[in-house]
């Protein structure tokens, strides 16, 4: 009877989806009630009052980073309809893009801050000797004991410290080789560079070779820095025992997904600190199925891109908001090239506020207040590490802004800069 019954809803599910479908003959009423279930997608943001901008900054964590690319869209949208086994899907993601990234080892992250917690506790986990296989249960809680120090130069000391710190090690700062070499012991794990540091005497291939003298492997945090797509192997191949990578940036995935990559043995360590295990520090930082897939799917999109062709693309914008805003008294317009992160052009606009009277902060918070709500590059009116001085200069970053989008910005420019002309 039961049985019967369900069968007749199913049956009556398929006959109302072929209705609506207007399909003739007979099809399989599963498929046709997967179909008739598809809903229509719900747009949550004007639900729930959030409104939509135009990102004309960059990959701001605060702006939600990147849109994905429709193909990985896609892709996380497929992985969201069947389980999968979240170690399967972690160790296969993880040997496919260390394949296509040139590396021993991969794990998918989440994001390039989790990357560096994992990192770390690898590092401790092997440094101390994982022989019965308790060492990720200890951190942080047991760190007092074991090894627990990270060595770091003074000028790569940063807000992501903090991603290291979780997992209980102390940092020893040092400025000079002498120092570098001094402060290496016995409770080392791990010596950590920033690879987009603007100070700091000791460069990249020093640091690895003087950490190698002592058994010690070293981490760089390059998250910001892609493109070149080339870096996403370069720093691994220059002896970088783990390179961490945003997903959610230049690359394009999931905001909340990131790499880890590396010396295998030091991979596999990370595995050990991360979820699905629950007793660990990574257990907090959980990638689902859909960013794991998403993370895999961006690595396969950038790399049908190059970099010549997505640095033509940011200039041509570039250049059209400048079109755009060129017959503006006194203006005068730049494409800048950033040297390490966010490695993307950059368009920097300077005009004499004494024939235009209103200043780039003020022109960034006229954008932001008006519809569509435009967010230009933070640096506008102030300063930036990675920037010429801008105090008097509207900063738009370009490559986060979709099809289209550099044509608005442009024209927000022009009205609110020409109201402000003086006559
Ligand atoms: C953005 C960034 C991170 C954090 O990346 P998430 O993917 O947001 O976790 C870490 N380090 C540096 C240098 C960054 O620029």
């Known amino acids: 009877m039961t049985v ?22 007979w099809i399989d009423p599963l498929k046709a009630a997967a179909a008739s279930s598809a809903p229509s997608p719900v747009d949550y943001y004007e639900k729930l009052g959030v409104e939509p901008i135009i990102n004309a900054a960059g990959t701001y964590t605060d702006l939600t980073a990147a849109i994905m690319p429709p193909s990985v869209q896609a892709a996380v949208a497929e992985a969201a309809k069947r389980p999968v086994r979240l170690r399967d899907l972690q160790l296969a993601a993880g040997k496919y893009l260390a394949d296509k990234l040139h590396c021993e080892g991969a794990l998918v992250s989440a994001g390039a801050a989790s990357a560096l917690t994992l990192g770390t506790a690898a590092c401790i986990t092997v440094a101390n000797g994982n022989e019965d296989g308790r060492i990720p249960q200890s951190i942080p809680q047991g760190m007092a004991s074991m ?30 080789v002498d120092e570098y070499r001094a402060a290496f012991s016995e409770k080392t794990v791990l010596a950590h560079f920033f690879n987009a540091a603007t100070s700091g005497q000791i ?15 070293c981490m760089n945090d390059a998250a910001a820095d892609m493109p070149p797509i080339s870096n996403l192997w370069n720093y691994t191949r220059m002896g970088f025992d783990l390179v961490t990578f945003s997903g959610g940036k230049g690359i394009r995935g999931p905001q909340n997904a990131g790499l880890l990559l590396g010396r295998s043995d030091l991979i596999a360590a990370a595995a050990k600190n991360n979820n699905s295990i629950d007793d660990v520090v990574g257990r907090g930082q959980k990638v689902a199925k859909e960013q794991i897939v998403g993370m895999v799917a961006a690595v396969d999109w950038l790399l049908t891109q190059t970099d010549a062709g997505m640095e033509a693309e940011f200039r041509a914008r570039a250049q059209r908001i400048a079109d755009a805003v060129k017959h503006i008294p006194t203006m005068t317009s730049q494409i800048y090239l ?18 235009v009277a209103i200043a780039p ?36 970053g370009v490559w986060m802004l979709e099809p289209g989008q550099d044509l608005i910005v442009g024209r927000r420019l022009r009205q609110v800069l020409s109201g402000a002309i003086r006559s």
């Open 203 to 217: 460069g990249r291939e020093d640091w690895i070779a003087i950490a190698h003298q002592h058994n010690v492997p």
């Open 147 to 176: 090894k627990n120090e990270v060595i770091m130069q003074k000028g790569h000391r940063y807000a992501y410290d903090h991603a290291l710190y979780c997992c209980g090690v102390r940092i020893v700062e040092i400025e000079t």
């Open 361 to 396: 902060k003020e022109v960034a918070r006229t954008l932001r207040n008006s519809s569509p709500s435009i967010e230009l590059h933070p640096a506008t009116g102030g300063s930036q590490p990675d920037l010429p001085p801008t105090t008097n200069a509207i900063v738009v």
């Open 4 to 25: 019967q019954c369900s069968r007749r809803s199913l049956f009556r599910l398929g006959r109302s989806a072929l209705a609506t479908l207007g399909v003739a003959g």
């Open 338 to 355: 950033p040297p390490v992160a966010n490695h993307v052009p950059t368009l920097l606009l300077t005009y004499d506020q004494s024939k």
